[in-house]
């Protein structure tokens, strides 16, 4: 679904993606977790179309996406879910809702179904979406993303700064939208809650990727134990 090569991308003359390389496979959940600044967001964000890639290579279902605007990329059936819920504020739960589908001609149904999924977001429909909690907002900026029927999810720290509850029930609906046919890279700082739902993972340290494997093996992995998992200090040199 998803390869990057080698990929380099910044700010000016601030590198801070090193030479990333890894894929994503159709179906799959992949995680990238990794500490604050270690490039994750910037990372998603080349991807999307929204920072210009500097040199490397990136293919979406074998189609180089270099240079691709965002919008372009939405087309190509993968959508970014930014990180901070950027939801319409003074919009309903329904209008933006309406606003993700505007493409999709079946969006009324899609979005009864993402009505069912999320009942918390049914029962607020009406609701200026500004004023939903952070949990809510959250998930109205994954519906609203899913009403535009994507194949490729990126997700971005969909966890940050939710209560441990909120987050436990939110990434139980991320795991079940492999239902749905769909592929998701998220990318989180909360590394229990992303390597319990992802197939494969990914450690990104100062813009370079440090471990990767299965999700399963990498929970056990004791460097992550020590720095991501809470096991032991975190900075402390092995
Ligand atoms: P966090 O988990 O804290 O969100 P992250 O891993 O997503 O971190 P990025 O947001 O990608 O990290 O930031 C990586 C580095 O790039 C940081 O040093 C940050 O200061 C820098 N950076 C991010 N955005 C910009 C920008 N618009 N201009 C200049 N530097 C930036």
Request: no cysteine; glycine share 10%.
């Amino acid at each position: 679904m998803l390869k990057v090569r080698n990929l380099y991308a910044g700010y000016g003359h601030l590198e801070v993606v090193r030479g990333v390389s890894f894929h994503v496979a159709l179906g799959e959940i992949v995680a990238l977790v990794g500490a604050n600044g270690a490039g994750k967001t910037t990372l998603l964000r080349t991807l999307a179309g929204l920072q210009p890639v500097w040199s490397g290579e990136v293919s979406l279902q074998g189609r180089d996406i270099r240079g691709m605007p965002a919008w372009r990329g939405i087309l190509q059936g993968m959508t970014l879910v930014p990180e901070g819920r950027l939801v319409f504020a003074d919009m309903s739960v329904m209008d933006n809702l309406m606003v993700g589908g505007y493409r999709n001609p079946d969006r009324r149904t899609d979005i009864a179904e993402m009505l069912a999924l999320f009942p918390r977001l049914d029962e607020r429909r009406q609701q200026q979406a500004g004023t939903l909690s952070g949990g809510e907002q959250q998930m109205l900026a994954i519906a609203r993303a899913l009403v535009g029927r994507p194949r490729l999810l990126l997700l971005d720290e969909p966890s940050m700064g939710l209560a441990p509850r909120i987050v436990s029930e939110l990434f139980r609906l991320i795991h079940d939208l492999r239902r749905k046919d769909l592929t998701v890279l998220l990318v989180e700082q909360n590394a229990v809650a992303a390597l319990q739902i992802a197939d494969r993972a990914y450690v990104l340290e100062t813009g370079a990727i440090t471990l990767e494997g299965d999700a399963n093996e990498l929970r056990d992995h004791p460097e992550v134990r020590r720095a991501y998992l809470g096991q032991g200090t975190i900075g402390e040199e092995s």
